[in-house]
C-alpha cells in the first residue's frame, strides 16, 4: 500500500478505507513510515475529517496496534472512567475509592498533565513512596484484593497513538474530532475494562471549550463504545472555572483527602457523584442514577471511601500517613494569601490561563523531560458568580520562590475577570450522552 496515495486521498476529502487506515496505523506503531507522511495526513484528517466509520476503524486499529489488557481474572463489570483533561479536576481520586467502596472493581490506566491540563498520575507521585507503574498481573491482583487500583499506562498499550499523539502536539493537529475520539478510545478499549465513563469538558479550560462540540465529541465515543460492544456514557461537565479549589500535584491530593474525610464540600465532590453514580449503573449496581447517588454519599459519610483510598495507597507502595496528616505531603518554601484588592464580582475565568499559571510555577511540564515540583499551586477559593470585597482571599499561593509567587500572582489575576454586576453561576453538567442518544441537561 502507497502512503503518498492515502495522503492524496485524504487531502482530496475522500474517506479512507479499513486497510489503509490499517496501513497507516501499524506504520506509526512500528516506525516503519516516516514522521512527515503522518504528519501530513493528520493535516489531512484534522482539515477535512473523518465518517463514522473511518473514525471507528482509526479506534480498532490504534486498539490492535498493542496489547490488549485482559482483566478476565477479576470477577464482576470492571469499570474505567476517562476525562479530556481539566484544570483542579481530581474526581478521579474522590470517585475511584467511592466507587469501589460501593463493590464495583475499579482497574483504572490515568495520565500525566498535558498542556495546562493536570495529570492523575503526577499528583498520585506526590506521595511519598507510591508508584504507578504496575505490571498487569501486579493489576489485577490488586483489584482483586482491595477493588481499586489507579496506574500508568504500560508503554505496549495502542503505540500507535503514542506516536501520532505525539506529532498532534507539535503539528497543531490535537484539536480534531476524529483524532480526539479515536486516541482516548483506542486507550480505553486496551486497558480492558468492560464498561466506560467518560467525563467530557466544555468551557474555557476544556480541548472542545463550546458546548456543541463537547456534545459531538461525546457523541462520537459513545458510538464507537457501542460499535465496539462496551457500553460508554459520556458527561458533559463545566471547565469554565477550575473544579476544585486546589491546583496543583500535593495540593489536589490533599483537597481528595478533604473531601473524602468529608471536610471539604463543594463542585469536586458534586462532580465525582455524578461520574461515580454513572460508573455504578453502568457496573450493575443499580439501575437508577439517585439511588448510585445515595450509595456513594453512604460509602462517603461512613468513611469508606477514605480507607479505600488509604488501602490504594499502601497497596501501590505510598506512605497512607498523609490521609491522616496532609502536612505529610511535598510543602513548598513558600506560601503566601493574595487578596482580590477591589470589590465586585466574578465574572468570568480564563481556566486555560489557571492551569498555566500552574504549569509555570513548576507543577506541570513545560518540555517532555521537566521535573514536576509536586510542591507547588495553588489555592483559589472564589467561584463564578461570588461577590468579594478588596479584603476576600483571591488565591494562596504555594511558590518556590518570590519570583514564582510574582509571576504566578499577575497571570492568576489577568485570567480571572472582575465585574460591578453580579453573573449567575455556571452549570456543573450539560449532557448525558449514550449512544442512543443525547439528554441535555441546561
Ligand atoms: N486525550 C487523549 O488521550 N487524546 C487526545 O487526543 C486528547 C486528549
Ligand atoms: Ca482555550
Known sequence: M????????????????????????????????????????????????????????????MRDSGDVCDLSAIPGIKVDKHSTGGVGDTTTLVLAPLVAACGVPVAKMSGRGLGHTGGTLDKMESIAGLTVSLTEKQFVDQVNAIGLAVIGQTASLAPADKTLYALRDVTATVDSLPLIASSIMSKKLASGADAIVLDVKTGSGALMETVEDAIGLAKAMAEIGQLAGKPVRAIVTGMGQPLGTHIGNALEVKEAIDVLSGRVRGDLLEVALLLGSHMLVVGGKTEDTDAARAMLVAALDSGAGLEKLRAMITAQGGDATCVDDVMKLPQPALIREVKVGRTGYITAMDTEALGYAAQAMGAGRVQKTDVIDPAVGYILPVRIGDAVTADTTLCTLYARNEADAIKAEAAIRTAITIGDKPVTRPPLCYAVVTAKGVETLN
Open 2 to 61: 502507497n502512503m503518498l496515495e492515502i495522503i492524496t486521498k485524504k487531502k482530496l476529502g475522500q474517506a479512507l478505507t479499513r486497510e489503509e487506515i490499517t496501513h497507516f496505523t501499524r506504520g506509526a506503531a512500528d516506525g516503519s513510515i516516516p514522521d512527515y507522511q503522518l504528519a501530513a495526513l493528520l493535516m489531512a484528517i484534522r482539515l477535512n475529517g473523518m465518517t463514522a466509520r473511518e473514525t471507528t476503524d482509526l479506534t480498532l486499529a
